[in-house]
């Protein structure tokens, strides 16, 4: 066979996506925005999406094959779409052991390829991804709730591009040391010192991506990409409940791979029934040397405390924070919130939660306005944007788990507080056994202790809390305490005031988190994009990284010398 670095299929990679991997250089360094992945459905074709939905109904009912895939025989299963239908698909299963051998054993050759054969390598994979985008959409559609437009758009071209994104950083990691270096020392009349010093990057090992049910590939993605671009074999854990677009990942990856000479068996998936403990077991094992992982604070915790022979990246739970002290757009910051608020219910990590508004009112274009009034105007906006069913359902997407249903219900009986917008059922024309629910909007005051006990607890779904503080300086003080104490993975505020704008930056610049100001276009306060914007900073207690800057990578190989006398 012919050697994986001499493979004429890598050198046909190389070539055929420098483009691609240079323009994803070039937009991180630039900010601009900047995709190869076309986010609109019709990019794909006239026939795309029926195309993509025809090869996601033939997977339903059936085994899920991966060629040469490790395993026992037994096959795992039992996702449930949350739009009604059982989806019936089984995957293989295999013990730990099991997977942990095959991966080790394909890591070698992998590891000897230069950064740029493991880039082009996974660029195609991305590329094959990209063109099956309405088969994803429609995979995490119905494993995650996410309404189809939103599941193409986030779970199709928005995470092929922080999958490229995280190959681009690892490849100018990589990259940034010279092969080999020639180090002369003059010594005045003696001849000088000279010396050739080689510098190989070194993978760290066997890497575990955790999925999780609410961005299987949007959150997936830039893990399982940094750890394969950096020469480590991937074992992929998806959560029971959505394992359907990782494994879908999987096995495109597998295919690629072994067109190109390697080991299909450098990413494998640890598919298991809902309640399997499968991802504890494999996060202490000392061949995992890398962990991703984007799910529960007390799971991320655990894990940071107990998998200490791992390098960990964790993105958990946080309460995002928003100051609403004045504006010169009413009538856009109460729409620009009201999307933030119901998009896909509440189901993000990056959704506000607690909107801080002080107890006297604030000023805007039309008027000073009073905390009750800015209240109603939002419960307003938020039932005026999903009076029309359909409309609310392709907005809000399904409720995704039992949790997340129950703490609806409990806004809704008053249990964290008097509402200020009653949630409602939507009945979804196209998937009437669908779990649909708007957002709760609950009013809190921040001097009641009872009111601070629910507000400062994330609430993950569509519960929102209408703070009453003392004032525009009480508001950017609470907000950089919730940061400091909860965390957060997205602070947002509305001012025309320098001065509050200053306080803010400067609270939100020491509790580490980034702020949206003056929202009220296209652009939201639970949306990020890749190329340009952070996703998470890492330094407070919601992630410990950030997608995607040099540490998210930079950690998953090291450079080793050898130097020798010319």
Not at 38 to 49: I, R
Not at 321 to 331: A, H, L, R
Not at 346 to 371: A, F, H, V, W
Not at 549 to 562: I, K, L, Q, Y
Request: some cysteine; overall charge negative.
């Amino acid at each position: 066979m012919t050697a994986p670095a001499d493979h004429p299929f890598v050198a046909e990679l190389i070539d055929r996506h420098q483009q691609t991997l240079t323009g994803a250089l070039e937009a991180s360094a630039s900010r601009d925005y900047w995709s190869p992945y076309p986010e609109f459905a019709k990019a794909y074709g006239e026939t795309g999406q029926a195309d993509g939905q025809a090869a996601f109904e033939a997977l339903l009912d059936a085994p899920f094959t991966i060629e040469g895939h490790p395993g026992s025989g037994e096959l795992v299963g039992g996702e449930t779409s949350p739009y009604g239908p059982v989806l019936g698909i089984t995957y293989p299963h295999a013990e730990p052991q099991a997977l942990i051998a095959a991966l080790t054993a394909a890591q070698p050759a992998w590891a000897a390829a230069s950064p740029a054969a493991r880039a082009a390598v996974c660029l195609e994979i991305l590329a094959r991804i990209n063109a099956r985008s309405h088969e994803f959409a429609h995979a995490v559609m119905h494993t995650t709730g996410q309404a189809y437009g939103m599941a193409f758009q986030a779970g199709g071209p928005h995470a092929q591009d922080r999958g490229l994104e995280a190959v681009a950083y690892a490849y100018f990691e990589q990259t940034r040391i010279p092969g080999r270096a020639h180090w002369t020392k003059p010594q005045g009349k003696r001849d000088p010192l000279t010396m050739v010093k080689d510098f190989t990057v070194v993978p760290r090992g066997l890497a575990l991506l955790i999925g999780c049910n609410t961005f299987p590939t949007w959150n997936g993605f830039p893990g399982l990409f940094a750890s394969l671009a950096t020469g480590n074999p991937v074992l992929v854990k998806p959560h029971s409940r959505a394992t359907l677009p990782l494994a879908l990942t999987v096995k495109i990856a597998r295919e690629v791979l072994a067109e190109a000479g390697f080991d299909p068996n450098l990413v494998c998936l640890a598919a298991e029934h809902e309640g399997g403990t499968v991802a504890a077991t494999l996060a202490t094992r000392p061949e995992v040397k890398i962990i991703d992982y984007t799910g529960s604070t007390t799971f991320g915790d655990w894990l940071e405390t107990n998998a200490t022979q791992a390098q960990v990246y964790t993105e958990k739970a946080g309460v995002n924070t928003v100051v609403i002290e004045s504006t010169d757009n009413y009538k856009g910051m109460l729409g620009n919130l009201a999307f933030s608020l119901s998009l896909y219910s509440g189901q993000m990590c990056t959704t506000p939660q607690n909107l801080l508004i002080p107890r006297t009112g604030i000023r805007t274009d039309e008027g000073d306005k009073s905390y009750d009034e800015v209240v109603t105007d939002l419960a307003g906006a938020i039932s005026g944007l999903l009076k029309d069913d359909a409309k609310a359902a392709a907005i809000l997407g399904a409720v995704v788990n039992p949790g997340v249903l129950q703490r609806t219900a409990s806004a809704a009986n008053g249990e964290y507080g008097d509402l200020a917008l009653a949630p409602r059922v939507v009945t979804s024309p196209e998937h009437p056994a669908a779990v649909i629910r708007t957002p709760a909007l609950v009013r809190a005051d921040s001097d009641k202790p009872d009111d601070r006990a629910a507000f400062l607890a994330e609430c993950f779904g569509p519960v929102s809390f209408a703070v009453a503080v003392d004032s525009a300086e009480a508001a950017v003080e609470l907000l950089r305490r919730t940061v400091r104490e909860q965390g957060a993975m997205t602070a947002a505020a509305w001012t025309v005031s320098e001065e509050v704008e200053a306080a803010l930056v400067d609270a939100c610049l020491d509790a580490g988190v980034s702020l949206s100001l003056n929202l009220t276009g296209g652009v939201f306060a639970n949306q990020t994009a890749a190329f340009s914007d952070l996703h998470g900073t890492g330094a407070n207690p919601a992630a410990n990284s950030a997608y995607c800057d040099g540490a998210f990578v930079a950690s998953r190989f090291r450079t080793v010398e050898v130097r020798r006398h010319s």
